[in-house]
């Protein structure tokens, strides 16, 4: 049944196509149940899109929001196919965590690193490479389950980074940045939407990334604003 979800999540996704979130429902254990997708896109050029002057004067608000998480869930790193070493990728998605729970002032966000005994009974929140038959990059996907008083609370995470483009650490210009991409997708798991691309082209949670790009290894201001929002 996971898996099935699972399939018509990307599915759906390839069809829409870019951005999100987008919303799906569904019963898990006979209970309501919601996931949302984020898809991060990968850009062409630097500043692909021409920034809106008008936007961009009416001091926008360069973040937005979905739901915090009550109580930090613990993660593990699955999959068999790496293009950066496992071990680094741990590292790197610990390092981009650390990036937004320093910004909120607080270190309860995301929860630790498990990888389980041998990989069994690793945790249900999970980061992997795998082969995506769409051109996206990555994929956040936030599952959550439906309160008694009708609202929805995350309780477990999934990010998958796509094994059909590069990806680089050492900030070389023909491959994607891994960290840069996690701080990226980490904002998703933490709450974070896309703000408005035109208005808002320098930030951590603008939804494409170029080859070479190294400034979302740091969060910029309205980033910040938006943790500080959520937490
Ligand atoms: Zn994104």
């Not at 929860?111 to 069994?120: A, R």
Request: net charge negative; charged share 20%; hydrophobic share 40%.
């Amino acid at each position: 049944m996971k898996q099935f979800v699972f399939a018509l999540i990307l599915a759906a996704a390839s069809v829409a196509h870019a951005g999100g979130p987008y919303v799906f429902d569904y019963r898990e254990n006979g209970r309501p149940a919601r996931v949302e997708v984020f898809i991060t896109d990968v850009t062409e050029e630097p500043l692909a899109q021409t920034p809106d002057l008008e936007a961009l004067e009416a001091t926008p608000v360069c973040y937005k929001l979905a739901a915090a998480w009550k109580r930090p869930v613990d993660w593990a790193v699955k999959g068999t196919e790496f293009p950066v070493a496992k071990n680094t990728v741990i590292g790197l998605m610990t390092q981009a965590m650390n990036i937004w729970e320093s910004a909120a002032g607080t270190r309860r966000i995301f929860g630790e690193n498990d990888q389980g005994i041998l990989g069994f009974r690793a945790p249900e929140s999970y980061a992997q490479f795998a082969h995506m038959s769409n051109p996206f990059l990555a994929v956040t996907m936030r599952h959550s389950r439906q309160k008694p008083n009708g609202t929805y609370e995350p309780t477990r995470w999934t990010i998958l980074y796509s094994l059909d483009h590069p990806w680089a650490t050492d900030g070389r210009a023909d491959a994607y940045d891994f960290l840069s991409v996690a701080a990226h997708e980490t904002g998703h798991v933490a709450g974070l939407g896309h703000p408005d691309p035109s208005a808002c082209p320098d930030e951590t949670m603008y939804p494409g990334i170029f080859k070479g790009e190294l400034k979302k290894r740091t969060l910029h201001t309205g980033d910040i604003a938006g943790i500080n929002a959520l937490y």
